[in-house]
């Protein structure tokens, strides 16, 4: 908005109102220019929000859902949304078959999206030579776990060895639940632990090493 007499971007807005027709969202601004003391009116008109395809991944399972954007605003992928979910990030943007990581909202099928509110699910096992307990354990996002950490979860007391994320496999350093596929450990002989997870578990299996994956 720049002042139509002078060019001047120094603009006061001394009043705003709100109109809605049946596709648009006004408002109207009156406005003074800081420069000259012009004061004049300025319309900004937003097409009307209508819903869009949700579709917000969690864990394992994924929800389908709607959220209501104006079709005159841009989306890109890292964007935070509020949706009947809570607060989700964009992952990406679906255009006629086609994923892009930035649109005109009016141009846009549906929004991929993943949760920030919901807890990180991770994977514990301890090794009990031979057998393993394994545990799904729900995290906040942000929980550090690093190497060395004296854990109790269940019944054990355990050290955690190597940290497996998304990408690498960490023995040193820490890392955030959210980029945790698993923690492996193995039992200590110790009364003092630097953290509880037992209250956390989700689910608990009890696994012979030789069947595999664990
Ligand atoms: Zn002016």
Redesign the pocket.
Known sequence: MD?P??G?DEIEILNSKQKSSKKKLMEEYLLK?E??G?VFKDIISLKKPRPYRLIISEQDKSHKTTIDLSPSDELKTGDVLLSELGQVEVTSIEIKDKRVNKAKLEDVDTIWASSIEIPARIGFSVDLHGEVDSYKVDLERDFEIAPGDIVKIDKHIVKVHVIKTQDRKLTSGFARANVIKRVYSKPVKFNNYDYDLTKDIFKKHKRKKHEGIY
């Open positions: 002042c007499i002078c001047s220019c420069d000259c012009h």
